[in-house]
């Protein structure tokens, strides 16, 4: 996520919006700006790379100000590229302004404002509001982001200032977080805590709606524009909390921001609630022409790909072939200019997903990635992008980026199925709808981990875990093993439930720790039977399943019930008790999760 950091005080404007934004620095961007009004002029400065980029260009610049906007970008829209960077300025220059978030209308809104002869010098979806503001301001910028606010869909967190009126400053909280640090008179208005609590640990945390003031004090107005006060807390978080937003670890915060990255993952994605992926999509004719679909990755990302070809097989009934690009690299015999490759990748710079990405290339098939990152190798040199919009992910085992790889592998397959006559409109909108039911679900589960930590402790010493289940559900628990093996050192091996017979059954003895996961209806009777196998060899068996499933209930030692969905979207909401088992259990056992051994978070070696 990108970071904001407003300042209006007493102190130099500039050294409050650097220091703020430094410490946001742990969490990776591509570009940092600020705007400051000095002597009643605005002065805007931005580069792309590092902050220490941005201080560089200021160096000649003393800048007293006192009033200013700052921002890190990490892109979501057009390369991280010094125009791209924040703050955007109206077309006169009057007005500049910081965004978080996902303006989902911009696209229409921009080319409205180009017909009425407004120009836009970047590729972001940001200046339009800039530019919006320009159009409504008629001398009181409240007023004009009160009428702008209305126009705009998606979330946004905003900071604005004006020339024409150099002791004002104006927030948004519209989704996307904004908290207001008190100082004395000053107030620093910010994205995220840590850049707020050097200076002052009295916040008010803007509520969703609210629109902020600042100017001889300050004044909130809620989502209906009347005016109301909001609570003073005194927090007592050390910075590094602060970063972790209260959690514990990143792993634990990444894994409860699930459901907002789904809901981000989807803004791009869909248009008044239809799927348009814009310049990622392939005409009916280009799908068409394919005759051969990979999807290729490394560890997590290809066992999201495990998922999406399943979900291109089922609905866009093409044939797919899911491999590891360790593999693919070496082994890739059939591709040739009917072949469509699709890479998956969070952070866009995995040697072998780059190298498998280069060969396709070199082979002419047409490449599509699917990535958390913009502007990252891999995106840069594949010919169409889908991206994750999980925001950044720091824990090195992987958990938002996984279930937003998953969820935009299923928009693809939808739109290919829908552009290929595989299926109707109206079935997909009936997977819609359940589709945009998920983030509630995924937060049902996360409002119920009691009986997940209880597990963790359970299993903390074992010397071996195994997971069961069959199709979706094997999909499902490749991942639930490996996401435990990465952060707690057990040795956990997935297992296809139907194969047990055919050897692994051997490995079951009294008191092995299995996990089964069971949630499609038309195999649940064979997983059943597996169940009991494993069962009658003195396995303990937790099951994750969906919420009619009394009988396997009865056969295990402990159950999880996931809140209801279709079938085919289970490995979404199944995945997450498996995360949340792997953190409890590296917790369990006083490991450092974030950080678990020999492991790095980017590999960018073969
Ligand atoms: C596991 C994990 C890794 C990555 C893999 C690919 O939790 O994070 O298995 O999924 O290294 O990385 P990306 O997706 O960056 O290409």
């Given at each position: 996520?990108?970071?904001?950091?407003?300042?209006?005080?007493?102190?130099?404007?500039?050294?409050?919006?650097?220091e703020?934004?430094?410490?946001l620095?742990?969490?990776?961007?591509?570009?940092?700006?600020?705007?400051?009004?000095e002597?009643?002029?605005?002065?805007?400065?931005?580069r792309?790379g590092?902050?220490?980029?941005?201080?560089?260009?200021?160096?000649d610049?003393?800048?007293?100000?006192?009033?200013?906007?700052?921002?890190?970008?990490w892109?979501?829209?057009?390369?991280?590229?010094?125009?791209?960077?924040h703050?955007?300025?109206?077309?006169?220059?009057?007005?500049?302004?910081?965004?978080?978030?996902?303006?989902?209308?911009?696209?229409?809104?921009?080319?409205?404002?180009?017909?009425?002869?407004?120009?836009?010098?970047?590729?972001?979806?940001?200046?339009?509001?800039?530019?919006l503001?320009?159009?409504?301001?008629?001398?009181?910028?409240?007023?004009?982001?009160?009428?702008?606010?209305?126009i705009?869909?998606g979330?946004?967190?905003?900071?604005?200032?004006?020339?024409?009126e150099?002791?004002?400053?104006?927030?948004?909280?519209?989704?996307?977080?904004?908290?207001?640090?008190?100082?004395?008179?000053?107030?620093?208005v910010?994205?995220?805590?840590?850049?707020?609590?050097?200076?002052t640990?009295?916040?008010?945390?803007?509520?969703?709606?609210?629109?902020?003031?600042?100017?001889d004090?300050?004044?909130?107005?809620?989502?209906?524009?009347?005016?109301?006060?909001?609570?003073?807390?005194?927090?007592?978080?050390?910075?590094?909390?602060?970063?972790?937003?209260?959690?514990?670890?990143?792993?634990?915060?990444?894994?409860?921001?699930?459901?907002r990255?789904?809901?981000?993952c989807?803004?791009?994605?869909?248009?008044?609630?239809?799927?348009?992926l814009g310049?990622?999509s392939?005409?009916?004719?280009?799908?068409r022409?394919?005759?051969?679909?990979?999807?290729?990755?490394?560890?997590?990302?290809?066992?999201?790909g495990?998922?999406?070809?399943?979900?291109?097989e089922?609905?866009?009934?093409?044939?797919?072939?899911?491999?590891?690009?360790?593999?693919?690299?070496?082994?890739?015999?059939?591709i040739?200019?009917k072949?469509?490759?699709i890479?998956?990748?969070?952070?866009?710079?995995?040697?072998?997903?780059?190298?498998?990405?280069?060969?396709g290339?070199?082979?002419?098939?047409?490449?599509l990635?699917?990535?958390?990152?913009?502007?990252s190798?891999?995106?840069r040199?594949?010919d169409?992008?889908?991206?994750?919009?999980?925001?950044?992910?720091?824990?090195?085992a992987?958990?938002?980026?996984?279930?937003?790889?998953?969820?935009?592998?299923?928009?693809?397959?939808?739109?290919?199925a829908?552009?290929?006559?595989?299926?109707?409109?109206?079935?997909?909108?009936?997977?819609?709808?359940?589709?945009?039911?998920?983030?509630?679900?995924?937060?049902?589960?996360?409002?119920?981990?009691?009986?997940?930590?209880?597990?963790?402790?359970?299993?903390?010493?074992?010397?071996?875990?195994?997971?069961i289940?069959?199709?979706?559900?094997?999909?499902?628990v490749?991942?639930?093993a490996?996401?435990?093996?990465?952060?707690s050192y057990?040795?956990?091996?997935?297992?296809?439930?139907?194969?047990?017979?055919?050897?692994?059954?051997?490995?079951?003895?009294?008191?092995?720790?299995v996990?089964a996961?069971?949630?499609?209806?038309?195999?649940?009777?064979k997983?059943?039977?597996?169940?009991e196998?494993?069962?009658?060899?003195?396995?303990?068996?937790?099951?994750?399943?969906g919420?009619?499933?009394?009988?396997?209930?009865?056969?295990s030692?402990?159950?999880?019930?996931?809140?209801?969905?279709?079938d085919?979207?289970?490995?979404?909401?199944a995945?997450?008790?498996e995360?949340?088992?792997?953190?409890?259990?590296?917790?369990?056992?006083?490991?450092?999760?974030?950080?678990?051994?020999?492991?790095?978070?980017?590999?960018?070696?073969?």
């Amino acid at each position: 996520m990108c970071g904001i950091v407003c300042y209006s005080g007493k102190n130099a404007a500039k050294d409050v919006i650097l220091e703020g934004l430094e410490r946001l620095e742990y969490r990776g961007y591509d570009s940092a700006g600020l705007s400051v009004i000095e002597k009643g002029k605005l002065f805007t400065a931005k580069r792309s790379g590092k902050l220490s980029n941005l201080k560089l260009a200021l160096l000649d610049h003393p800048l007293e100000a006192n009033i200013g906007i700052g921002h890190i970008r990490w892109a979501t829209h057009g390369a991280p590229t010094d125009l791209n960077a924040h703050p955007h300025l109206s077309n006169d220059k009057n007005i500049a302004l910081v965004h978080n978030g996902i303006i989902e209308n911009f696209h229409e809104l921009k080319e409205k404002l180009i017909k009425e002869g407004y120009h836009f010098t970047s590729s972001t979806d940001t200046e339009v509001i800039a530019v919006l503001l320009e159009k409504y301001y008629e001398g009181d910028l409240l007023e004009a982001v009160k009428k702008v606010r209305k126009i705009l869909k998606g979330s946004y967190a905003l900071g604005i200032i004006a020339q024409s009126e150099p002791d004002r400053l104006v927030c948004v909280r519209c989704e996307s977080p904004l908290v207001m640090g008190l100082a004395g008179g000053d107030v620093l208005v910010a994205s995220d805590i840590p850049s707020i609590l050097k200076y002052t640990n009295k916040l008010i945390y803007l509520e969703n709606g609210d629109l902020l003031d600042v100017k001889d004090g300050y004044q909130i107005y809620d989502i209906d524009d009347n005016k109301v006060d909001r609570e003073i807390k005194e927090v007592s978080w050390s910075l590094e909390a602060a970063s972790k937003e209260g959690f514990d670890h990143f792993m634990e915060k990444e894994i409860f921001e699930q459901p907002r990255a789904i809901e981000d993952c989807l803004r791009n994605k869909l248009v008044d609630g239809k799927i348009d992926l814009g310049d990622a999509s392939f005409t009916k004719e280009e799908l068409r022409n394919f005759n051969k679909v990979y999807i290729v990755a490394c560890g997590t990302a290809s066992y999201a790909g495990n998922i999406g070809k399943y979900a291109i097989e089922k609905f866009a009934q093409i044939p797919v072939v899911n491999e590891l690009a360790s593999e693919f690299r070496y082994n890739n015999h059939f591709i040739d200019e009917k072949t469509l490759l699709i890479l998956v990748s969070q952070s866009g710079e995995t040697a072998d997903t780059l190298a498998a990405l280069r060969e396709g290339k070199r082979k002419k098939a047409t490449t599509l990635v699917v990535t958390n990152v913009l502007a990252s190798s891999i995106d840069r040199e594949a010919d169409k992008s889908v991206y994750c919009l999980a925001g950044p992910e720091i824990a090195v085992a992987s958990t938002k980026a996984y279930t937003t790889q998953v969820m935009s592998l299923y928009i693809l397959a939808l739109d290919f199925a829908l552009k290929l006559k595989k299926i109707t409109e109206k079935e997909v909108e009936e997977i819609l709808k359940e589709v945009s039911k998920l983030p509630g679900k995924i937060q049902e589960i996360l409002d119920n981990t009691d009986p997940i930590k209880e597990f963790a402790n359970e299993i903390k010493d074992a010397s071996s875990v195994f997971y069961i289940g069959r199709g979706l559900d094997y999909y499902s628990v490749i991942e639930g093993a490996l996401k435990l093996k990465e952060v707690s050192y057990i040795h956990s091996e997935a297992l296809a439930a139907g194969e047990l017979k055919h050897g692994t059954l051997a490995l079951i003895e009294e008191g092995s720790p299995v996990i089964a996961v069971a949630t499609q209806e038309n195999i649940m009777d064979k997983t059943f039977s597996n169940i009991e196998e494993v069962r009658a060899r003195g396995a303990k068996v937790f099951t994750i399943c969906g919420e009619n499933a009394e009988k396997l209930e009865n056969v295990s030692y402990k159950s999880y019930k996931l809140p209801q969905t279709i079938d085919s979207l289970y490995p979404i909401l199944a995945v997450i008790p498996e995360q949340l088992l792997a953190y409890y259990t590296s917790g369990a056992k006083g490991l450092d999760v974030d950080k678990p051994r020999n492991l790095a978070k980017s590999v960018t070696v073969e």
